[in-house]
């Protein structure tokens, strides 16, 4: 479950567990000086929320149990299910069930990527990912095409010392063409 | 100037934003380490945004016509920027205020980092559908998103605030419109890249969140087929980076089936069983709440949270109701949705 994704629990068993794993994953990172407090901090962190996530429930389990014992719910009649056992077999099963198959479709995936072409390379990548931005015809009147064209990304060419924030500098304007010139020096687009 | 901090230019892109515009930039502008440049692209208001964000502070550039969307606002203003460091901003959020400064700091000190994300939890929790998005910002903020950055594989550099380092922009050019999702389709071409993402829980943004029932499906909606979207076109590249591949899957697997449960199985259960079925769309809350009411105590928030817990299953079936509808479209029908819809 995430932002703008539902979900009933399969990503948060799998946090649970990621989180549970984790200070054994830290220990080794640890061991080759990769890790330090912080991230102890935060692996400790969720490692306890996890410990509390599992707690609370076990303690649902315990207590919807504790209420079907003493006759406050009445739970619905699965005597027709196959084999009689009990009720939190069938939750077990059917977790174990779920999980297996996401590993078995994960499986198939996996297999039916690698008889296809992987296509991973990096400039293909870019390339594909770079085709698909539009290049706006302000821009391209300024003779850009895809992205901007700059090699000494590394060297700030903006003077801190122009108040780029004085209105005077920066009238609202419907085109780059027309700031006036101060503005024209920070905002010209950086092209070739 | 050798022990400098890299510079960094601030990217906001808003269509219609008045109401927040200000709000914005003076957020920036008062930040600790504020950017040394702000560009809000006036991606053709008819409100008047233009000018309130150049009184406030921000150069404002204005296309002669509108870009069409987030993606193409952010695209527009890249040519512009000159900078080592861009970070791009929502026009209706609001940060705290070290937040630049520690996303500043989470890519000097990764060479590798590509991107770095913030925390984030909604401005405002009038209504029920941002109470809803509240909890899942915080269980998902609180506890996914720690657990994969301590993995290493933030699922998403979140397109509300995001800073990246210019190069890698530069490279792929800018931010795609081949999907809905333009922060996750820029998060994981930069992971298939081989750059890194780090998420920095310390810095927090606070976006206005819709507030209304069309407005949340209006985002639910881009986000639905944002995902699937993704999926389909980096299904290929993520199977080679084990964690993201897992994350990823079970994100999947996980938005299919609920879906799927709350909206077709849970019922047919209520005819079969009777009341007892619905027990499904609530069995899990106490899971939930654990990390959510966590988060909140960090923020003081706990009574809030803890009132806001039951907003969140509303707001969970909403999406449930998109993400099947998504899925239908672009799986079934084979029709992908490429409206670009403001939904906040």
């Not at chain 2, 077709?264 to 005819?271: A, C, N, R, S």
């Not at chain 2, 099947?324 to 029908?333: H, I, P, S």
Request: hydrophobic share 45%.
């Amino acid at each position: 479950m995430g932002p703008g994704v539902p979900g009933m629990g399969i990503a948060s068993i799998f946090y649970v567990m990621a989180a549970l794993i984790s200070p054994l994953r830290e220990v080794v990172k640890s061991v080759r000086g990769e890790s330090s407090a912080q991230r102890w901090m935060a692996v400790g962190r969720q490692f306890a929320l996890a410990v509390g996530i599992v707690s609370s429930i076990v303690l649902l389990y315990l207590g919807i149990d504790a209420m079907v014992s003493r006759g406050l719910i009445s739970p619905p009649d699965v005597a027709d299910l196959p084999g009689h056992y009990p009720n939190w077999a069938y939750a077990v099963g059917i977790l174990i069930a779920l999980l297996l198959a996401l590993v078995l479709a994960a499986w198939v995936v996996k297999l039916r990527v690698r008889w296809g072409s992987m296509g991973d390379d990096a400039e293909m990548i870019a390339d594909a990912y770079r085709a698909s931005i539009p290049v706006h015809e302000d821009l391209r009147q300024h003779g850009i095409s895809k992205g901007r064209h700059r090699a000494a990304l590394s060297q700030p060419v903006i003077s801190l010392s122009v108040p780029w924030h004085d209105p005077a500098v920066t009238n609202v304007t419907t085109a780059t063409d027309h700031l006036p010139m101060r503005g024209r020096h920070l905002l010209e687009p950086v092209s070739a | 100037m050798v022990g400098a901090k890299p510079t960094l230019t601030c990217i906001i892109p808003a269509y219609n934003e008045a109401a927040s515009i200000r709000d914005t930039v003076e957020s920036v502008l008062s930040q600790s380490e504020p950017p040394e440049v702000v560009i809000v692209v006036d991606d053709g208001s008819t409100d008047g945004t233009g000018k309130l964000a150049e009184e406030a502070g921000a150069i404002v550039i204005r296309p002669t016509t509108g870009t069409g969307s987030k993606a193409g606002a952010q695209s527009f203003a890249l040519p512009y920027v000159e900078t080592p460091f861009t970070m791009v901003l929502d026009a209706d959020s609001v940060l705290s205020p070290t937040a630049v400064a520690e996303l500043r700091s989470a890519l000097m000190q990764d060479s590798e980092a590509a991107a770095a994300c913030s925390f984030v939890v909604p401005r405002s929790r009038r209504t029920i559908w941002e109470r809803g998005r509240y909890v899942e910002y915080l269980y998902a903020f609180g506890h996914g998103k720690q657990i994969q950055e301590i993995y290493g594989h933030p699922l998403i550099s979140s397109g509300c605030f995001s800073m990246y380092r210019t190069e890698w922009l530069t490279r792929v050019g800018g931010w795609s419109t081949r999907t809905l999702a333009e922060d996750m389709d820029l998060t994981w071409t930069l992971y298939r890249l081989g750059g890194k993402v780090r998420f920095v829980e310390g810095a927090v943004c606070e976006p206005i969140e819709p507030d209304t029932m069309r407005m949340m499906s209006t985002q639910l909606k881009r986000w639905s087929h944002g995902f699937i979207q993704n999926v389909r076109v980096h299904r290929r590249g993520v199977l080679q980076r084990p964690m993201l591949r897992s994350i990823i899957s079970v994100s999947f697997w996980d938005g299919m089936v609920a879906s799927l449960f709350y909206l077709t199985v849970i019922p047919v259960l209520f005819v079969v069983f009777g009341p007892w079925a619905l027990i499904g769309y609530v069995i899990d809350l106490p899971a939930i709440a654990v990390p959510v009411l966590f988060a909140a105590s960090k923020r003081s928030e706990f009574i809030a949270a803890l009132a806001s817990l039951p907003a969140f299953l509303v707001l969970r079936q909403l999406n449930a109701y998109h993400m099947v509808r998504a899925m239908f479209t672009e799986f079934v029908l084979r029709r992908p949705f490429d409206v670009y819809e403001k939904g906040h």
